[in-house]
């Protein structure tokens, strides 16, 4: 498919005997956000992993930019990782640097630029993500939207082609929430990624996703705009739909409060 | 019989899994050995040099960091030789020749052995929960994804400061020891500090400190291998990070211990 960023084909993937992906068929286009999401162990965080490398499919193929990951030597995988930015979803910021020289060490490692300039861009990027003024802070003095929003700073330090998003909202309230799903969209828009979001949280799916896909033990059960899935008719995507919607929401607290004799 | 044929069936499976869980660990060993090597060697030339600023860093963690409980310990083992060997020289009434024993036990054996236990219970634990905290916050994982090696990254530099802090240690525990056991001798068997030193002297040659140090170059090599093996093997949170801190250093010591057996069986007998 011209014009896609990553292409999955066919993609299997096996935890010892138990089949965690099957057949993952999956294009991601040039420039848009696709929002990968599912239930717990739908299979989720396997995928990503496959798409970040880190596991080897056990068939199928996985290509970023037009590169099949399998067919990469470990140098080449290395040179297409510094095209690729990612956000884990414990932010994997290292304890031992300051917010800032974990921007920076992107920079350090790829770059021949001095000091002062990359300290410029660090600033930049630290901005770009509503975090200036924090660079000198170590991550365990972040609150976990800090974390979160340093880590995308780090992901986009050598704005790369693709970023990779693990539950960017996790764990985070609603108002947070929001905030980091303002800084993908503005992410997308001005710095014209292709970015991916693997996500549980179907409110932060639906606000930033130009085409998601359901993942459901291991299959693909529908891909589409955030409109379509969400009018597809299969049971096992309103399923999904319906157990964490805000409705769903509200019938769990009137539940609770016929439980206390509230209500 | 029944039961007792599946009993052996089961202890039997169990040690193969044991013996390719063990060989898996040695080979995962040997691949991080042979990768910092070759970052060691060809990383400047892949505009990946080895970070020297980390590698300071570590060798003040590892060495100097360590000196005074490394000083108080070679003191005490230099003390606790001289007094058990004139003790039991006495009893032939051959006192006067224990300077020749303590040297050569302490700088052959005794000082690299204390130095390399110090180091894995100290800095070998520290760099498995190090380790295995970056590995369950995916800290290792993020370093791979951003086109960093994390060999390169976060085994070359402690082991490069382990290959030269640890001898450097044993070096200093060899002076510490033998000036321990020089105070016991010197006021026991009434001779001057200077006669100590000169017997000291005669009694050892350069293969002996050869020896010593060879040994501690080996034990900072598993020391660290130990330590990373373990760490990048953590599973499970905090608890788990406990579990193989505790791991790595009784596989540490293990080591140690069974390569100074090893060592004594090759070259001393």
Known sequence: ?263 | MKAAKATVAGWALRLGIMTVDALDELGFAAVLLAKSLYWLVLGRRRNQPVRWSAVVAQAMDIGVTALPILTVLAMTIGIMLAVQGIYTLRLFGAESRVTTGIALSLIREFSSLVTGILVAGRSGSALAARLGTMTINREIDALSVMGIDPVRYLVVPPLVAMVVMVPALTLWSHLVSLLGAGLIVTHTLDIGLLTYARQVIDALRLADLVHGLAKSVIFSVLITLVGVVNGAMVQGGAEGVGRMTTRSVVQALSAILVTDMVFAFAVTR
């Open chain 1, 1 to 263: 498919m011209s014009g896609a960023a990553i292409e999955i084909a066919g993609l299997d993937a096996w935890y010892g005997r138990r089949q965690v992906l099957k057949g993952i068929d999956l294009a991601v286009r040039d420039g848009e956000i696709m929002v990968i999401m599912g239930g717990s162990g739908s299979g989720k965080s396997t995928l990503l992993s496959h798409l970040l490398g880190l596991l080897q499919p056990a068939r199928g193929t996985v290509r970023l930019l037009g590169q099949d990951l399998a067919a990469l030597t470990p140098r080449q995988l290395m040179e297409l990782r510094r095209r690729i930015g990612v956000a884990f979803q414990s932010g994997a910021l290292f304890s031992s640097l300051t917010v800032a020289e974990n921007i920076m060490l992107p920079l350090e490692e790829h770059t021949a630029l001095d000091r002062k300039t990359m300290e410029i861009i660090v600033r930049l990027k630290l901005e770009v993500v509503n975090l200036a003024g924090y660079g000198g802070l170590m991550p365990a003095e972040l609150s976990g939207g800090m974390v979160k929003r340093a880590a995308l700073a780090r992901a986009i330090v050598l704005d790369p082609r693709l970023l990779f998003c693990d539950e960017p909202s996790a764990g985070l309230d609603p108002v947070v929430s929001s905030a980091i799903d303002a800084l993908i969209l503005r992410l997308r828009d001005a710095m014209r990624m292709t970015i991916v979001v693997v996500t549980h949280d179907l409110a932060s799916a639906f606000a930033i996703a130009d085409r998601m896909c359901v993942l459901d033990e291991g299959e693909v059960i529908a891909l589409g705009r955030p409109d379509e899935i969400r009018a597809c008719p299969l049971p096992r995507v309103q399923n999904l739909l319906n157990r964490r919607t805000p409705e769903a929401a509200l019938d769990a607290d009137a539940y609770l409060r016929r439980l206390l004799g509230e209500g």
